[in-house]
């Protein structure tokens, strides 16, 4: 059992469209980071979020942190061809060591 | 290149060979991890190293997986015998063992057994 739910799990839509992609847990996150990774290549950090409703903008992408701590999204708008990728999240474990959902497959055509 | 390098980044290796992968840090990190990838799938832990320690290792198979972080050297993630399951990237990551867990991550090893 994934302790991170990340939906949807296969997102296509076209360019210029806007898109909200979800990383859900039942229990509480001290932190939780996104990564986007490309087709052969490792993961790169997004963001990192710790504040119970902080909001981070990263040019189009926006970042939620619920409220409770308990979950996150990543909102892009207007995507486009560069962000395909393989979106993923994560939370830090006693030990320091990072638990990742399955993360969402995005495709942006032109 | 100050980041995360991996080395080799593809390797092919038959069935009962061994496989060696190796992971150098970036500068100042002492925290090593190490995670799995299989096609089309998220990241899974295998193992976190700091210096010449293995912190968690519930991660990796009990069997032909080992890992290493000497005090000198990078850090070697060994499959031996290796099967067509092991087929897969695998990834390290550093940190410097900050509070706020971020870690960076090398490009990968793709290895394919055949």
């Known amino acids: 059992t994934q302790l991170l739910e990340q939906s949807p799990q296969f997102l296509s839509i076209q360019e210029g469209e806007n898109l909200t992609v979800y990383c859900n847990s039942s229990?509480?996150?001290?932190?939780l980071q996104w990564y986007r990774q490309e087709p052969g290549e490792g993961p790169v950090l997004l963001v990192t979020?710790?504040?119970?409703?902080e909001v981070k903008k990263l040019k189009r992408l926006t970042f939620q942190f619920g409220d409770a701590r308990k979950d996150s999204s990543l909102h892009i708008t207007a995507a486009q061809p560069g962000d395909t990728g393989l979106y993923l999240c994560?939370?830090?474990?006693?030990?320091?060591?990072?638990?990742f959902g399955g993360g969402t497959r995005l495709m942006v055509k032109p | 290149n100050a980041g995360v390098m991996q080395n080799p980044r593809h390797l092919v290796r038959r069935r009962g060979q061994e496989a060696r992968l190796r992971c150098s840090p970036m500068?100042?990190?002492?925290?090593v991890y190490w995670y799995r990838q299989l096609p089309e799938e998220g990241l899974k832990f295998m193992v976190y190293?700091?210096?010449?320690?293995?912190?968690?290792e519930s991660g990796m198979p009990k069997e032909r997986f080992s890992a290493e972080f000497p005090k000198e050297g990078p850090s070697i993630l060994r499959i031996q015998q290796v099967v067509r399951g092991d087929s897969a990237a695998y990834f390290c990551?550093?940190?410097?063992?900050?509070?706020?867990?971020?870690?960076?991550f090398g490009e990968g090893s793709w290895l394919t057994v055949v």
């Open positions: 229990s509480v996150f001290s932190s």
């Open positions: 990551a550093s940190s410097p063992g900050t509070p706020r867990n971020t870690i960076y």
């Open positions: 979020v710790v504040t119970g409703g």
């Open positions: 190293l700091q210096k010449e320690n293995i912190i968690d």
């Open positions: 500068k100042g990190h002492s925290h």
């Open positions: 994560t939370r830090g474990n006693a030990g320091n060591m990072l638990t």
